[in-house]
């Protein structure tokens, strides 16, 4: 009776078994438990990290060019602001980045992924093309240009970017998955139970690709990342605030390689590495995780 | 009740559509209510496209099928009426979610009104009819459950709805001997309730103990039409005796028929028109009056 | 004779444990002589197959062994296996379609193939073996994709059988075939047996009216164990097990309408091998079952070449 009284209330219903195999891998792999290990302990920094330390980033609070000491964790830069202050909330802007802006792609590369895949047709080849488009424009030069016009000043302008520029190899992706995935009997069997494009595919087709929207997330997450750190440290970051990739820049700027101010430019550059390398090696274990064929037992 | 007149589908391949492919050419057969039609054919011969065609899932590129005496139009009205049961059970049901969401689904789209109690009491119902005991089958995975309880869901699914026709396509090919059968039946009891039947099989023997009428498709042409004791025991086309030839019976070891290739007249038949060789037993063969009639 | 199984047993390591697929499973395969091994799926037909020539990876064997012309099978050891796979045990795949390599024409490939078995490519025997299976000799100037299904099936047992192997595994190699089709593979395939290629042959299917037509012995096998084996005709007009006497009667003929003869499956499904139950498997749909079922029936030789493994077989 249990069972009529779930469909009768139309519970969402949930794959336990499934879920349950995959945590069970999920819990011994490696790869994954390693690289999100790494992932969680740079966000708990980020999140917490400010919260212990009483100056705001940009304050000049001490001595120039302390080397690191229990007062200043990091040590001080080359006008005194404290490193570690800067280091924690860096770390914020970062992971806002990421996930704004992997956030926007994924939106993007599932909405155009999902449609030209199931409609195919006339509807394919027209945003194909767009995809293709916006794939080999080359975006450094239109940032430029964009810059020089309105300029990037906020974080979620450049997340926006970011977000608008990334898209298209995940839609690619999506479109090949959900192009197999329309051809299957139950996706005819729901269009025999009325339902219309859009139930489709948020209802039959995505929850079948759950595993590798999340995938793709992570890349574009990781991606968005390493975009956002590159073009602050190019000085097409945002003007206000303070990011891991803004450190970057201003000890690049300030010579802090020629003054021996190691402690300014090794944590924002050792911690983008972390971050975006954990973040793909978690990508591989999630994958052997999803996929039984890349297990190894 | 369903009817198609000279259907047509044409399939445009090649790199850039430049070659065409006649899947179905000029099919007409009707099917009407209380009776099953087993549609025969091997693969390549059209079945499956024309069981597309006629629940709207692929639109036909000539002729026309019309459902008491409307023009097949997909949507929620016609599906209320005319539903269907696929090859790959395992694949009918999306493997992530639990089998008897195919029920919520049609309450959702047709019976969002109607109470808890009663829903629950019309879904037992229809469990009953198909032979499937609800406390074994409510609540779980596609998985957990064996291919014959779940191609018997799916005709629980329709009968939900008011449907007057089930197309039924290879529906019992991925099924082991032993719950085939049981499927069969299911097939029948809904002929004693009114319902027609479109079923499509590459097997010759389930068609002829389920089937009143059968049509048999070569190349996505009619090749032989009738009543299915006539088609069985009296086979005009030499493509029909050919494919009864090589079914392996038991009891009977295989016996030698005359390959199609050979056969004078087999061209003759692509004309797209039959002929009638006996009320309701038709034929594509343009030299029917030279044919032996008992073979 | 041929082959000898004794006493095999095979499982699949899963999350869960361990599956037993195969649970103990003898029998013997004469000169010359085609099994049938029929049962519905997960019966162990498959798994069979695979143990006398190549377990995958989740298999593993667990006991009993298996002699070819009196010689052991390593079965369980990949590697020593080796030197028997192609020489002498050989395969015909159930997907022919993806056995061909598509970017080679069929002779070519056939070449490259003996030579990386250390055999120089017979051309007169590879020419008469085209014959016996009714394909022209133009294929080997042809790639894979040129081919119909039939002929390419046709295609790979000619090549499987090239080095003459004394026996022959045949697994479900018609069911993705047309009737027509499946009817001249299933008669080249008895054509190797004839023409002495092959000694002795396995011959799995699910289907019992094809086995039926070409096997001289059918072995019926039920949740990971022998069932039945009798000679072919035996075991159609008078089988004993009831597993094998429902099954048959669930099978619609030509020849059956269900308003004159209204054929019945057989209810419930079989055991889980993960962790099966004492006792005969077949207990709990067997309308014959009785107290004693609770102990496992052993395989008894009701008539010369007739086993049955059932406490009621005489009834």
Partial sequence: MTALQEVATRKPPASASVRREALYFALRNPKLLIGAAIVLLFLLAGLVGPLLVSATPNEYVGKPMDPPSSEYWFGTTTFGQDVFAQFVHGLRTTFLVGVLGGGIAAIVGMMVGFVAGYRGGLVDEVLNMITNIILVLPALAVLLIINAYLGIRSVGAQALFIGLTSWPWAARAIRAQTFSLRGRDFVDLARLSGANTWKIITREIGPNMSSYLLLTFILLFGNSILIASSLDFIGLGPTEGVSLGLMLQNASQWSAMQLGLWWWFIPPGAAITAIVGALYVANVGLDEVFNPKLRQT | ?295 | MSLRVTDLRVHYKTLKGDVRALDGVSFDVGDGEILGLAGESGCGKTTLGKSLIRMDGRMRHVGGKVELDGEELPIGDDRRMNPFRFHKVSLVPQYSMSAMNPTRKIGRMVGELLRSRGVALDQATLESRLDLVGLPREVLQRYPIELSGGMKQRMVMVISTLLDPSLLIADEITSALDVSTQKSVATALAGFRESGVVKSMVFITHDLSLTYQIADTIMVMYAGKLAEKAPAKTMVEAPRHPYTKLLIDSLPEVGVRHTERRLAGIAGSPPSLLDPPAGCRFRDRCPLAFDRCAQEPPPVEVEPGHVVACWKADA
């Avoid at chain 2, 065409?20 to 057969?29: C, E, G, H, K």
């Avoid at chain 2, 049961?85 to 049609?106: E, G, L």
């Avoid at chain 2, 829903?119 to 037992?124: D, G, Y």
């Avoid at chain 2, 089958?137 to 291919?147: A, D, N, T």
């Fill in chain 2, 1 to 295: 009740m369903l009817r198609l007149d000279n259907v047509t589908k044409v399939y445009k391949v090649g790199a850039f559509g430049g070659k065409t492919l006649t899947a179905v050419d000029r099919v007409s057969f009707d099917v009407r209510p209380g009776e099953v039609v087993s549609l025969i054919g091997e693969s390549g011969s059209g079945k499956s496209t024309l069981g597309r065609m006629i629940l709207g899932l692929v639109p036909a590129s000539g002729g026309s099928i019309t459902f008491e005496g409307t023009p097949v139009k997909p949507g929620k009205a016609y599906y209320r009426n005319v539903q269907g049961v696929f090859q790959d059970p395992f694949s009918t049901f999306n493997p992530v979610f639990k089998a008897d969401r195919v029920f919520a689904m049609i309450r959702e789209a047709y019976f969002p009104g109607v109470a808890d109690a009663d829903w629950t009491a019309r879904l037992r119902t229809a469990l009953q009819d198909v032979r499937l005991d609800p406390d074994q089958v409510l609540g779980k995975f596609p998985h957990q459950l064996s291919g014959g309880q779940l191609q018997r869901l799916l005709i629980a699914r329709a009968l939900l709805l008011d449907i007057r026709l089930l197309v039924a396509d290879e529906i019992t090919s991925m099924l082991d001997a032993s719950t085939r059968i049981d499927v069969l039946n299911v097939l029948a009891d809904l002929k004693e309730r009114g319902l027609g039947v479109l079923y499509i099989t590459h097997d010759l023997s389930l068609g002829h103990y389920l089937a009143e009428r059968t049509v048999v498709l070569r190349h996505g042409e009619v090749v032989e039409t009738g009543v299915t004791e006539a088609v069985f025991t009296r086979p005009l086309h030499p493509y029909t005796r050919q494919l009864l030839a090589a079914v392996p019976r038991m009891h009977a070891p295989w016996e030698d028929a005359e390959p199609v290739e050979t056969c004078l007249y087999h061209k003759h038949g692509a004309t797209g028109r039959l002929y009638a060789a006996a009320e309701d037993h038709l034929v594509a063969c343009a030299r029917l009056g030279d044919c032996p009639k008992e073979s």
